[in-house]
């Protein structure tokens, strides 16, 4: 067996693998939209791994120790 064709059999099990892993993977993500939310879960679970950011209103100081303006869009207008 020379370099070439080993070389040609890598690529081609390399080709197979990685078609044989993408079925794979659309057959598991088929199975998880299929399968239904569990009743015992909360029904606010989208906030489980994300908390939401509320802003504070105070100004707030640079590493100089100057404040910092708001830009003129984020004003509010008159």
Do not use: C, H, W
Not at 17 to 40: D, F, G, H
Not at 42 to 57: C, I, K, M, T
Not at 63 to 75: I, N, Q
């Amino acid at each position: 067996m020379n370099v070439v064709d080993l070389l040609v059999t890598i690529v081609v099990v390399t080709i197979l693998v990685t078609i044989v892993l993408a079925v794979v993977t659309y057959v598991a993500y088929k199975l998880r939209l299929a399968r239904e939310p569990s009743s015992l879960e909360p029904a606010d679970s989208a906030l489980r791994y994300f908390v939401q950011y509320e802003p504070v209103e105070e100004r707030t100081r640079s590493a100089s120790g100057t404040s910092v303006e708001p830009l003129a869009a984020d004003a509010p207008s008159a």
